[in-house]
């Protein structure tokens, strides 16, 4: 894999106004750009269509979380996008991701779809007021486990547990990091972050980058010095 392919810059902005001078401004350093529910509720799919068009690889970052064929449904529509990757909820359980994983699968561009297993966002306490019993990282590796077994093509984690998730399950599937900060640069809400290098040497395939680019004086230099980063990482690992 190109080392600029794994870098995915998150977008992380209210709409298209700001969305598109920044990818202008990127140019060619980076290819794939993160569309999230903030701007996709905001532009729609028009957006994502323009991206695509201009040559760029979307990751649509929506989370899917419903009954089967709602979710399969969402699948084949984004599909048909030509998005090269969507996220759906591990805790969905495994009818819902082996319908999603068949809708990814009959399209004539299979998007790539990833499993979110448990939000970062949630505590070991947060999980137990839900009824989850395990801990954070058990249930991580439970969820891990049943994306792959349900045929997901990769999860999305945190680089600790990416280290995990790989010790467990092995290799042949991606797994996409966020919480990714060049040496330097701010961890803005972030509260655990890593370098690049550490990233791929705990097992991420992809790293998500939103405001270390975002906020840069130069987009195009901070991308390409994290793509830069990546391959030497890749290179020693
Ligand atoms: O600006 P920053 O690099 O922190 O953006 C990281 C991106 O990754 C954001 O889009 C954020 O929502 C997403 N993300 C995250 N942590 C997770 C999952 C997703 O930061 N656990």
């Given amino acids: 894999?190109?080392?600029?392919?794994?870098?995915?810059?998150?977008?992380?902005?209210?709409?298209?106004?700001?969305?598109?001078?920044?990818?202008?401004?990127?140019?060619e350093a980076a290819t794939t750009f993160k569309v999230g529910k903030q701007l996709f509720t905001a532009e729609g799919p028009q957006l994502v269509r323009d991206l695509i068009a201009s040559g760029r690889k979307v990751f649509l970052d929506l989370k899917y979380h419903d009954i089967p064929n709602t979710v399969a449904a969402a699948v084949k529509s984004a599909s048909e996008l030509r998005v090269t990757m969507l996220t759906v909820h591990a805790s969905g359980g495994s009818k819902m991701l082996r319908a999603a994983v068949e809708a990814a699968s009959q399209s004539p561009h299979p998007p790539l779809v990833l499993a979110v297993t448990v939000l970062t966002s949630l505590s070991d306490v947060d999980l137990q007021e839900i009824g989850v019993s395990g801990n954070v990282l058990t249930q991580v590796l439970r969820l891990g486990a049943l994306a792959r077994s349900a045929g997901c093509g990769g999860l999305v984690a945190s680089a600790k547990e990416a280290r995990e998730l790989r010790r467990e399950l092995g290799e042949g599937f991606a797994i996409v990091t966020p919480g990714v900060r060049p040496a330097g640069t701010a961890a803005?809400?972030?509260?655990?972050?890593?370098?690049?290098t550490d990233a791929i040497a705990a097992g991420a395939t992809h790293l998500v980058?939103?405001?270390?680019?975002?906020?840069?004086?130069?987009?195009?230099?901070?991308?390409?010095a994290i793509v830069a980063e990546i391959e030497r990482a890749a290179a020693a690992d």
Avoid: F, N
């Fill in 188 to 196: 803005g809400d972030q509260a655990r972050v890593v370098t690049p």
């Fill in 1 to 27: 894999m190109l080392a600029k392919d794994r870098l995915i810059v998150a977008l992380d902005v209210p709409g298209a106004t700001q969305a598109l001078p920044i990818v202008h401004s990127i140019g």
């Fill in 209 to 224: 980058v939103g405001r270390p680019i975002l906020e840069a004086t130069d987009p195009a230099k901070a991308a390409a």
